[in-house]
């Protein structure tokens, strides 16, 4: 992924999502067909000194967002990216920062996507992400099916 591409992500994370600032998340890396995002836990601690569970769901929500937004502008497409429907399990309490890896769908699922968002201006698609704590231990897993249509 190219620089200027993570910029821009950055860019439209500063002015359109707020709460990436105030959650603390940082892009750590985007290897090909993968994003990963990092999330402080200070900010994001609850009661008992953990990860906050709703931390952790927009830090999953806005990776796979994420991956999504970073793939359209590559292709050169600027459609919109929206959340459908998300599943989240928090498998441990998270006593450190979290490290969220997007998933790119595989290759049958993109094409079906392109395809969707082709002929009929909106495609569907399905993106995995797991969150693994300081120690690589995975902590939590989330599915989200995301929706990207045409500006109106």
């Known amino acids: 992924m190219s620089t ?7 860019l439209v994370w500063q002015e359109e999502l707020p709460i990436t600032g105030a959650l603390g998340i ?10 990963v995002l990092q999330m402080p836990l200070a900010p994001n601690r609850n009661h008992k000194g953990t990860a906050f569970a709703g931390s952790l769901s ?17 292709a050169g497409d600027h459609a919109h990216v929206v959340i459908q429907d998300s599943t989240m399990r928090y498998l441990r309490p998270v006593h450190s920062d979290a490290l969220a890896t997007a998933e790119a769908p595989d290759a049958a699922a993109m094409d079906h996507f392109w395809a969707g968002l082709r002929r009929h201006g909106r495609g569907r698609v399905t993106v995995e992400v797991v969150v693994r704590d300081a ?3 995975e902590v939590a897993a989330f599915t989200g099916r995301y929706v990207v249509h045409r500006a109106v």
């Open 4 to 10: 200027n591409a993570l910029d821009a992500l950055r």
């Open 135 to 137: 120690h690589g231990v």
């Open 58 to 74: 927009a830090l999953t929500t806005l990776a796979g967002w994420s991956l999504l937004w970073l793939a359209l502008r590559e």
């Open 26 to 35: 940082a892009v750590v890396s985007a290897p090909p067909g993968a994003l």
